[in-house]
């Protein structure tokens, strides 16, 4: 059974970053494609940034796009996502959920995760 632990979260200026690491532990995560996802207080959980199994494919949601990279060693069974420039709306709880099936590219359609980790808060502030 797949076990996703976030980490990394935590309490940033704007304009500074973070890296959040999703750790997976049960089976390889190379059979899986990943997902960022973040949930704003009030808002509805949004996608961030998702990879397929390889890596050699990435989508970003509006949001992120030229100020997040997400990246995943297999290895270490893990996925990153580094966040650069945060601002306080990138305020939330940020999930990452893998999905089963294979595709070539990445998608970033929540419905199509099946497994989910319990989140890591990330508050931009000053």
């Known amino acids: 059974q797949l076990q996703l632990v976030e980490s990394g979260g935590g309490l940033v200026q704007p304009g500074g970053s973070l890296r959040l690491s999703c750790a997976a532990s049960?089976?390889?995560?190379?059979?899986?494609?990943i997902g960022w996802f973040r949930q704003a207080p009030g808002k509805e959980r949004e996608g961030v940034a998702c990879?397929?199994?390889?890596?050699?494919?990435?989508e970003y949601a509006d949001p992120g796009k030229g100020r997040f990279i997400i990246s995943r060693d297999n290895v270490l069974n893990t996925v990153y996502l580094q966040m650069n420039s945060l601002k306080p709306e990138d305020t939330g709880v940020y999930y990452c959920?893998?999905?089963?099936?294979?595709?070539?590219?990445?998608?970033?359609?929540?419905?199509?995760?099946?497994?989910w980790g319990q989140g890591t808060q990330v508050t931009v502030s000053s």
């Open positions: 990879i397929n199994r390889s890596g050699g494919s990435l």
């Open positions: 049960g089976v390889p995560l190379d059979a899986y494609a």
């Open positions: 959920a893998a999905r089963v099936r294979w595709t070539a590219q990445a998608i970033c359609t929540e419905s199509l995760y099946e497994y």
